[in-house]
């Protein structure tokens, strides 16, 4: 809509029950799974449309790879998983407890489940 006057196009948006504002950010961050999504000096719109939230975002973009960090087991917290799930087999202890990135609780719960 190139001669489209912006107040008007608020207007015109508004009277829809489209509003959208501006939000002041100095970063914004989406995280993925392998990688990160880094927008600096963001212009950011947040629009509101008929109950629904959807935000607009533009900047200087750039992505940054996730590096998993190395969980550090300890053999007390192997023990204690064999001991409360019940597994006798102290890879398999070990082996949980990694996926489940160090929470003996989580790695207890999956032994027991399988």
Do not use: H, W
């Not at 970063?27 to 947040?46: K, Y």
């Not at 890879?91 to 719960?109: P, S």
């Amino acid at each position: 809509m190139p001669n489209i006057d912006p107040r008007q196009l608020k207007r015109m948006m508004e009277s829809m029950g489209i509003k959208s504002s501006e939000i002041k950010a100095g970063r914004v961050v989406i995280e993925g799974e392998d990688r990160d999504i880094v927008i600096d000096n963001p212009q950011v719109t947040q629009i509101n449309a008929q109950g629904n939230v959807s935000f607009q975002i533009s900047g200087e973009i750039r992505e940054v790879e996730r590096i998993a960090a190395k969980v550090e087991i300890d053999e007390d917290d192997v023990r204690l998983v064999m001991e409360r799930s019940g597994v006798n087999d102290e890879a398999k202890a070990r082996a949980a407890l990694e996926e489940t990135g160090g929470d003996i609780a989580a790695a207890i719960m999956k032994l027991k489940e399988g």
